[in-house]
């Protein structure tokens, strides 16, 4: 039996990955650049709408979950909250770091305009990322919203059921 091929008597040694990754150029990523722009900016609508309109159903008392459903529900919103500004923590100094493409002026140029894009006030990645942030803190917000007030009509519920002589 040939080493490696995860059959067999179990003594063999497992097949080892030898994948590597390749760096971007400076010239792929001005390729790629207005497409990943364009997307960041649709899916932050998107996700801006889809909060609003979850913010809208909590208020008006169209969206309805259980207690437990709720508390799984924002605890899974809350990770990937969290999970997004640790990406933010871990990549905002790698973005914000100017790219070495030699000294003269178009270089130095070219540098500053990838840096803008990485950590810009206005729509750099940096920024995206602490957009997502916030819609994701929205919604674990309109659920935890409405998990409280489902909680605050059981609670009442339950006080009027004992009230009357039955029990809970």
Do not use: C, Y
């Not at 969206?63 to 997004?84: E, F, G, P, S, Y």
């Not at 819609?135 to 009230?163: H, M, Y």
């Amino acid at each position: 039996m040939a080493e490696g091929t995860g059959t067999g008597t179990g003594t063999e040694t497992p097949a080892v990955s030898t994948a590597t990754t390749t760096p971007i150029t400076a010239e792929q990523l001005a390729a790629v650049k207005p497409v990943l722009q364009q997307q960041m900016l649709v899916d932050k609508a998107e996700a801006s709408h889809a909060a609003a309109k979850l913010d809208q159903a909590a208020d008006s008392g169209k969206l309805t979950l259980d207690v437990d459903a709720a508390d799984a529900l924002i605890k899974a919103v809350d990770t990937a909250r969290d999970q997004v500004m640790d990406l933010w923590k871990r990549t905002s100094d790698q973005l914000a770091t100017p790219l070495q493409l030699g000294e003269n002026p178009v270089a130095k140029a070219i540098s500053a305009r990838f840096s803008e894009l990485a950590v810009g006030e206005d729509r750099g990645a940096a920024k995206a990322l602490l957009d997502l942030f916030k819609v994701l803190d929205d919604i674990s917000n309109a659920l935890s919203k409405n998990r409280d007030t489902i909680r605050g009509a059981e609670d009442e519920a339950e006080q009027g059921f004992k009230k009357s002589g039955g029990s809970w």
